[in-house]
């Protein structure tokens, strides 16, 4: 653990006292408050103005329960959550999470990572982030529906294209935005397309929204590579997970040259060293929603592997980490680096633990942050508004070619500040102070608010 000066441990021991046993959140912002100590001997009117403590705490939390009815007639009731974080630059922004481990504590980190994440885009976004401990997984269509009825009767007052502008995460995809949609329009008897973002095409969805992550993560992980004259091409990757970040993450990866051998679902990992076929893998997760050990039944020359962590003991050049958080430990760090791994993207939120990140870091494997390299999901969602807000609908190459524009831009940034700050090469500290900065330059702007 990296030490930090004395006003910002009392910060971060404060933070575990008034979020007991959040412990997602409180690494979270350990990751961030560990390098700030620079920025801060810089600049110290953000420590006169309270700007860090500020910033740890959200605006507004709002926790409602959600009743809703199965296909047996039976009631259920789960838990509905939503943060908005922080609006110093814009409405909140951040997606929905229905997933049996959502609480408190996981809503905020990802709150707060969304935050950081929405300032480096350069669009006028501030963070939230939001869902519910619903399983979506074996419920019925209709079960899905009335679920999202009930979740959108209680948060529609809470948002608006102005105020609060969700989106979708894991177990919220194009079906549950549409039910949410759905509901929030009946409710309101508005068509207020801004109000969500990943909807469908025909009804104020963007194209390329659902490949924009893993996009996203390809084209900051490739100008990384760029930068210290390398490329995708020609090197074996190994992807985590086989949601739309890790899928769309291996389409474009395989169109700039480069071959994915393995990919993994919560069950495990299947091993093609010949490299992974993605139409069965699309086949298999995206039309049939079945478990990826199926692979192997289609191609009997992959092998299967019932522990997904073990996927980072395959050799490779590079690593995208695109599940879940803490899913890459300092033990599946240190295989990675002896395997000689080149470099790591993280497609998703918070994926490496603090231990394998500074092993990365030490060992000087390019590293590209998710508040980085998870940015092209939230990127396009803005182009998705100003597209509504325009009332016009752009072609998928005119987005895609923007997105790419912005992902190279925040590479540049956090890459630049890195060097500013006298650490050069330094990805996560780049990105954690340069969205710092942006964000409480504008709290010092507004004020105490």
């Known amino acids: 653990m990296v030490k930090i000066n004395n006003y910002l441990e009392k910060i971060m021991k404060k933070t575990r006292e008034r979020n007991k046993g959040e412990q997602e959140f409180h690494q979270a912002v350990r990751e961030v408050l560990e390098t700030l100590e620079p920025v801060l ?28 009815m199965d296909d047996q007639g039976q009631t259920r009731i789960n838990r509905g959550f939503r943060v908005e974080f922080n609006s110093a630059l814009g409405p909140y922004k951040g997606g929905l999470r229905f997933h049996p481990s959502v609480y408190s504590g996981i809503i905020k980190f990802l709150g707060f990572e969304q935050t950081f994440k929405n300032a480096l885009t350069g669009r006028p976004l501030g963070g939230g982030k939001g869902g519910s401990d619903f399983n979506p997984k074996g419920k019925s269509r209709e079960e899905v529906m009335r679920f999202c009825q009930s979740f959108m009767t209680e948060l529609y007052r809470h948002i608006g294209e102005k105020t609060d502008i969700p989106a979708g995460d894991i177990g919220v995809g194009g079906r549950e935005i ?12 508005r068509f207020e397309a801004g109000v969500l973002t990943g909807k469908g095409i025909d009804w104020g969805g963007s194209l390329v929204r659902t490949e924009a992550t893993g996009y ?50 919560s069950d495990g990992f299947v091993h093609d060293p010949e490299g992974i076929n993605l139409a069965a893998i699309k086949e298999i997760k995206e039309e049939k929603r079945n478990r990826i050990s199926e692979y192997t039944d289609m191609h009997p020359r992959a092998s299967y592997h019932p522990e997904s962590s073990e996927i980072w003991t395959i050799d490779c050049d590079i690593a995208l980490p695109c599940a879940t958080q803490n899913e890459l430990d300092e033990k599946s760090a240190q295989s990675l680096v002896e395997n000689g791994v080149l470099a790591i993207g993280e497609g998703a939120n918070m994926p490496s633990t603090p231990e394998a990140i500074e092993l990365f870091v030490n060992h000087d494997i390019h590293f590209a942050p998710a508040k980085a390299a998870n940015a092209g999901g939230v990127a396009t969602s803005a182009l ?40 050069e090469g330094n990805l996560p500290a780049g ?19």
Do not use: C
């Not at 700007?51 to 809703?68: N, T």
């Not at 340069?434 to 105490?448: H, I, N, T, Y």
């Open 41 to 68: 001997e810089k600049k110290p009117e953000y420590r006169k103005a309270g700007i860090v403590e500020r910033l740890i705490e959200p605006e507004r939390q709002i926790v409602f329960r959600v009743p809703w």
């Open 178 to 189: 549409g039910f949410l949609f759905g509901q929030y329009k009946r409710i309101t008897n």
């Open 216 to 265: 996203g993560l390809i084209y900051i992980v490739e100008e990384m590579l760029q930068d210290n004259d390398n490329s995708l091409s020609g090197k074996e990757i190994v992807i985590s997970g086989s949601g739309n970040v890790a899928i769309y993450a291996a389409e474009k990866a395989l169109e700039l040259g480069a071959r994915v051998t393995a990919m993994s679902d």
């Open 384 to 423: 998705e508004m100003t597209q509504n807000g325009m009332w016009d609908s752009w072609s998928f190459e005119r987005v895609d070619e923007k997105l790419q524009r912005i992902m190279k831009d925040i590479y540049k940034l956090i890459s630049a500040t890195a060097r500013k700050y006298n650490m």
């Open 431 to 449: 990105a954690n102070i340069a969205s710092f900065e942006k964000v409480a330059d504008a709290m010092l702007d507004q004020g105490v608010v």
